[in-house]
């Protein structure tokens, strides 16, 4: 009795696994839907980097670049010591004192 309960569990066990090899793969579908969706997004991902970069070409062309002394007085006033200005800008600290000082007044 106990050989033929477990010849019958073999058996059944080996039609399962027939079985589940023939089914459908779902997984196999989700996997293609992401990578399409995936593609997808990254080509619109680079179509608005190009326009990005496209209208900020656009509005540098029409204005000019700020002057030493713009420059300056808007890096002082969002907290930089006259030392790291001078550094950045590549300029004598006695320059960017004077156009400090000269803003300031």
Same mark, same amino acid.
């Given at each position: 009795?106990?050989? $033929?309960?477990?010849?019958?569990? =073999?058996?059944?066990?080996?039609?399962? /696994? @027939? *079985?589940?090899?023939?089914?459908?793969?779902?997984?196999?579908?989700?996997?293609?839907?992401?990578?399409?969706?995936?593609?997808?997004?990254?080509?619109?991902? $680079?179509?608005?980097?190009?326009? =990005?970069?496209?209208?900020?070409?656009? /509005? @540098? *062309?029409?204005?000019?670049?700020?002057?030493?002394?713009?420059?300056?007085?808007?890096?002082?006033k969002q907290g930089w010591t006259k030392e790291q200005i001078a550094r950045k800008l590549?300029?004598?600290?006695?320059e960017v004192s004077i156009t400090i000082a000269?803003?300031?007044?």
């Amino acid at each position: 009795m106990i050989e $033929y309960t477990f010849v019958g569990l =073999v058996s059944f066990a080996a039609l399962l /696994l @027939l *079985i589940s090899f023939f089914q459908k793969d779902s997984t196999k579908e989700v996997e293609e839907q992401v990578e399409q969706l995936t593609l997808s997004t990254m080509q619109q991902l $680079y179509e608005i980097k190009k326009r =990005v970069k496209a209208i900020e070409e656009e /509005l @540098l *062309i029409g204005s000019e670049p700020f002057s030493n002394e713009q420059q300056i007085w808007n890096l002082y006033k969002q907290g930089w010591t006259k030392e790291q200005i001078a550094r950045k800008l590549n300029m004598p600290i006695d320059e960017v004192s004077i156009t400090i000082a000269r803003n300031e007044r």
